[in-house]
């Protein structure tokens, strides 16, 4: 799977000996992160707003690995990889790390693959995927990956179930799907959805022409409250100090023209169309890039009246970084579990997500989801789990502001609905932190920002909330600057919370992994009767999956299981001359066609050999599933 590239120029040089410096002059980008002479971090793209942001290292963050990999502090992409390159050297027996591609700016999308190489190829075994990054600012759901990989090396040869699941199973891990919007995020003020290709969020004909400004120079993108003056104001205005937090930190929003402030994130309105930071860098979604059930972006419905999803892209599987994902889970049709993570909920989130389960979802296949669901909450203690169409949509029952119920709502390009509907798969996008709301302190039954002011107080010594700060703005005049941390404490947790979270989330990716489908040869008995032998075969799925979901058999992702009974060519040369001929099944490929074993499933079934052939035959009973794995074993006919 590694990419080596040699140019054509390259290639002719050889004779002169100036190959090699040819591929270190291609080789010699160096990424805005590197440079320490730089003091601005520039995104790659022609846009028509700003591409070069001060750099900032934020204390929440590890930029130089250390000796010891922890968990109380969050890491760039360059210190993931450098441990996944430690662990590739230390565990050469059980990992191989390797690039699956490239981002939109070039950097290395890294993969690793964990299987005991010694009792099989990766690919002949039942396997998870595990992935995190793909919005570049929920870097949580990197470090639970990160976190699950060193888990599962570090165990590997001391916890029993670990090894037998290392030894049986294969693991794909992917820390960053997006290592560009990661590492904007963690070394600049900046922050985005996802990729950072410039997008026209607004539909005005430009690109990026209006980010985020850190205008007080803290690094931190807050927000800005203006309390309304003019009569245009007052009729826009649409907040108000909450009345639950006397010392008028917290915002309640309202119905427009009944509020007192006027809220935006921290910056100011570069385009000039009165709006403040509604298109930065970047603005599509790569989780509403997949092919299932895609709509256009915005403005992609001819008619006005169809449905669009914002951030999905030009078409399905525009951006390089989804595109990777679902080329490689095509060509690894084994994985029957997985897990895409992103943050802010938290919720163990599936499929469907523009249906209801009862509707759209095969029952065995819904039960069996219905049972992660419940699993994974008691693992995680996260309040909710479910479907997006559904559970996500209506977790709150009324919408705060207008009192009214809140109904189902769909989400077009999604991950898990590729994951089910198209792939055949257990597939979950869980959400992990909860925006620091960890307990209900006015007892009103919704964990809200009040909570989370309230814990921020009691557990986190405030530091989560910026109070608020009066600040000349060169365009609205007075205004105050303050708010929540965005990105370690809204988005993300504060690094001491880090690792509590990330052990749960990794903690259910393993109970997934340790049910996936397992077929194993049980029994073989031969039985000779003249120059007849009776092969009678038992096998059985072990595991606590099926080898094919309902939902797998209907889109054909997997094949049926079969088994075959393999002989050297030489012997089986002739037709009805031959040394060795299979005559049962009739079949002219002499497979046995076996359906699909379902989990705890034991079948049986038999090959009729004859043999001409004075000497002892041996042969090989070869049991295929596409994802119960591969089994072969050796049989002798004749003595």
Known sequence: MNKIILSSLGALLLGSGMAMAQEKVLNEKTWPEHDEKSKFYTVSGERHGQSFFKKYEFPEVEYKPGDKLTFDIYHTPDVMYHWYRLWAEKYPEITELYEVDKSYEGRPILQMTITNKKTGKHTDKPAAYFEGGRHGGEVTASEAVLWLTQHLLENYGKDPEITKLIDTKTIYVRPQNNPD??????????????????????????????????????????????????????????????????????????????????????????????????????????????????????????????????????????????????????????????????????????????????????????????????????????????????????????????????????????????????????????????????????????LDDYDALMWDDEENESRGFKSWEKFDHPQLGEIEIGGFHPKFFSQNGPPWQLEGWIRKQSLFNLAMAMDLPQIEINDVQVNKSGDEYEIRVKWSNSGKLPVALDQAKRVKIVQEDRLMLDFDKELMKGFENAKVQIISPELYDKTIYAGYTEAGESKE???????????????????????????????????
Do not use: C
Request: hydrophobic content about 25%; glycine content about 12%; overall charge negative.
């Open 181 to 446: 919007g990661s590492n904007m995020y963690l070394f600049s003020e900046q922050r985005n959805r996802s990729t950072v290709r410039p997008y026209d969020v607004d539909g005005d004909g430009l690109y990026d022409e209006d980010p985020e400004e850190d205008l007080n120079g803290d690094g931190v993108i807050h927000m800005m409250r203006k309390k309304a003056i003019t009569d245009e104001e007052k009729a826009e205005a649409n907040y108000i100090l909450d009345p639950r937090d006397p010392s008028g930190r917290l915002m309640k929003r309202v119905f427009e023209g009944q509020g007192e402030y006027l809220m935006y994130t921290e910056g100011i309105d570069n385009d000039g169309d009165g709006k403040f930071n509604e298109d930065g860098i970047g603005g599509l979604d790569l989780h509403r890039n997949y092919p299932e059930n895609w709509r256009p972006d915005r403005r992609g419905d001819m008619t006005g009246r169809g449905y669009t999803q914002f951030g999905a892209g030009e078409y399905p599987l525009s951006e390089i970084e989804t595109r990777s994902t679902v080329l490689w889970l095509l060509s690894h049709p084994n994985i029957s579990v997985v897990n895409s993570l992103d943050t802010r909920v938290p919720m163990h989130l599936r499929p469907p997500s523009t249906s209801s389960s009862e509707e759209s979802m095969f029952e065995k296949d819904r039960k069996i989801y219905e049972y992660y669901d419940s699993l994974g909450m008691s693992i995680t203690g996260y309040p909710w789990a479910g479907d997006v169409y559904e559970t996500y949509s209506t977790r709150w029952k009324v919408n705060r502001l207008t009192g009214d119920p809140l109904k189902p709502n769909p989400l077009f390009g999604h991950g898990p609905d590729f994951g089910y509907f198209y792939y055949g798969a257990i597939w979950y996008g869980d959400e992990l932190w909860n925006n620091g709301a960890m307990k209900d302190y006015d007892g009103d039954g919704i």
């Open 605 to 639: 079934s038999v090959f009729r050999v004859k043999v001409n052939h004075n000497e002892p035959v041996k042969g090989k009973i070869k049991l295929l599933s596409t994802r119960g794995g591969y089994v072969e074993k050796e049989i002798t006919l004749g003595n």
